[in-house]
């Protein structure tokens, strides 16, 4: 790989006793893992570059699967993430790493993913906008398409106070029937502009996103899911877990 790309660290670990071995969400080849060899070194000037959330530009060589970092540098100051809105940047993180596929381009995601985590560090109200934001892009971008705005029996347009079965592979169909797959017209409308003006809607977003990511995802939890509710307080983790059921 020649010159230097925009790039974020989705997730580290320690590789040796010096180096570390990082996979990044990169703007020209998606998913990327490299090895930055002596990062851990206490002479090495990209230990406290080399974090989650620091807008960084890369380069790395090598053909195989894991490349070798051939240099890093930070473009500012890592994001600022800090109690929920923390464990929510650490969802996305995740949920990028598990969806994607290896070295697979998404460059358009990637600056969602960039305004994803900027809406999250701006954030005085609820991450859960931003969240759904992500989820769908990501689920667009990914071929998940679906049409919100009209009924896939009729084709007849969503109507407010109907409402609309969703299946997978159909669409939206009018049923009388209430379940967890149940939306109405309105909950539909807000989907399909990705703006959520009251908490029902918010939630009727979550509910639609977890049906849709679950294919994707299989039966395995996401450890920022784990990591939310086991520190922080349950009464604040009743209020917006990140990526909860």
């Known amino acids: 790989m020649e010159?230097?790309?925009?790039?974020?660290?989705?997730?580290?670990?320690?590789?040796?006793?010096?180096?570390?071995?990082?996979d990044l969400f990169t703007e020209s080849h998606g998913r990327?893992?490299?090895?930055?060899?002596?990062?851990?070194?206490?002479r090495s000037s990209l230990k406290?570059?080399?974090q989650p959330f620091t807008p960084l530009l890369i380069r790395w060589g090598g053909r195989g699967e894991v490349?070798?970092?051939?240099?890093?540098?930070?473009?500012s100051l890592a994001l600022p993430?800090?109690?929920?809105?923390?464990?929510?940047g650490l969802y996305v993180n995740e949920l990028v790493s598990r969806?994607?596929?290896?070295?697979t381009a998404f460059s358009e995601l990637f600056f969602d993913y960039l305004h994803c985590i900027q809406s999250l560090a701006a954030s005085s109200g609820s991450p859960e906008p931003a969240l759904?934001?992500?989820?769908?892009?990501?689920?667009?971008?990914?071929?998940?398409?679906?049409?919100?705005?009209?009924?896939a029996g009729s084709g007849e347009e969503v109507a407010d106070e109907m409402t609309y079965s969703y299946r997978e592979e159909k669409g939206f169909i009018a049923s009388m029937v209430i379940n967890n797959r149940s939306f109405t017209g309105r909950h539909l409308r807000a989907l399909s502009e990705r703006e959520f003006p009251d908490a029902d809607s918010l939630r009727a977003a979550k509910r639609f996103t977890r049906i849709a990511l679950k294919p994707y995802l299989g039966g395995k939890p996401l450890k920022s899911q784990e990591l939310f509710r086991q520190f922080v307080p349950k009464k604040?983790?009743?209020?917006?877990?990140?990526a909860g059921e």
Do not use: N
């Open 67 to 75: 490349k070798t970092l051939r240099g890093a540098e930070a473009v």
């Open 48 to 50: 406290g570059a080399l």
């Open 3 to 22: 010159g230097w790309q925009r790039a974020f660290v989705l997730h580290g670990r320690p590789y040796s006793e010096t180096s570390l071995l990082l």
């Open 99 to 103: 969806v994607l596929q290896h070295e």
């Open 236 to 242: 604040r983790a009743d209020a917006a877990p990140p």
């Open 81 to 88: 993430l800090s109690g929920i809105t923390l464990y929510c």
């Open 132 to 151: 759904r934001r992500f989820e769908l892009a990501m689920l667009g971008h990914l071929g998940y398409g679906v049409d919100f705005l009209h009924c």
């Open 32 to 42: 990327v893992r490299v090895l930055a060899k002596g990062a851990r070194s206490k």
